[in-house]
């Protein structure tokens, strides 16, 4: 399926469906859509879908970590970090966070940048 997903989406798509079939309360079948889509260059269809993926599993980091993603994508950065900020209440994806809002600032980025304590906080 990972394959079918990273190199041809169609196919990818085709296989979600017929587990969609078995069960549609699998979050991460409606995030593996969303993946799909994304190499679609289809945003809008795989925001529907990660937000399905958050109403069956709303305290799932990956999800709001992804939807920041695309919202920023998107040049929406207020609502990207609205998701980022609701995925760093999952402890485990928190260097990923901090990935993001250091992209957030690169133009501004010296030496001290990456050792100073408030370029590092998210607050």
Same mark, same amino acid.
């Given at each position: 399926?990972?394959?079918?997903?990273?190199?041809?989406?169609?196919?990818?798509?085709?296989?979600?469906?017929?587990?969609?079939?078995?069960?549609?309360?699998? #979050?991460?079948?409606?995030?593996?859509?969303?993946?799909?889509?994304?190499?679609?260059?289809? #945003?809008?269809? @795989?925001?529907?879908?990660?937000?399905?993926?958050?109403?069956?599993? #709303?305290?799932?980091?990956?999800?709001?970590?992804?939807?920041?993603?695309?919202?920023?994508?998107?040049?929406?950065?207020?609502?990207?970090?609205t998701y980022w900020?609701? @995925?760093?209440?999952?402890?485990?994806?928190?260097?990923?966070?901090?990935?993001?809002?250091?992209?957030?600032?690169?133009?501004?980025?010296?030496?001290?940048?990456?050792?100073? #304590?408030?370029?590092?906080?998210?607050?």
């Open positions: 399926l990972l394959h079918a997903i990273e190199n041809n989406s169609n196919a990818g798509l085709e296989l979600l469906s017929q587990a969609e079939a078995i069960t549609t309360s699998c #979050p991460f079948l409606f995030y593996a859509k969303a993946l799909c889509f994304i190499q679609k260059k289809d #945003p809008e269809s @795989a925001m529907r879908c990660i937000h399905q993926s958050i109403k069956l599993s #709303p305290k799932e980091g990956i999800f709001y970590l992804s939807l920041g993603d695309l919202f920023y994508q998107q040049r929406q950065v207020e609502m990207a970090i900020k609701k @995925a760093a209440q999952n402890i485990e994806y928190y260097h990923w966070i901090q990935q993001r809002y250091r992209a957030k600032h690169f133009n501004a980025i010296s030496v001290d940048y990456w050792v100073s #304590p408030e370029m590092l906080s998210l607050s």
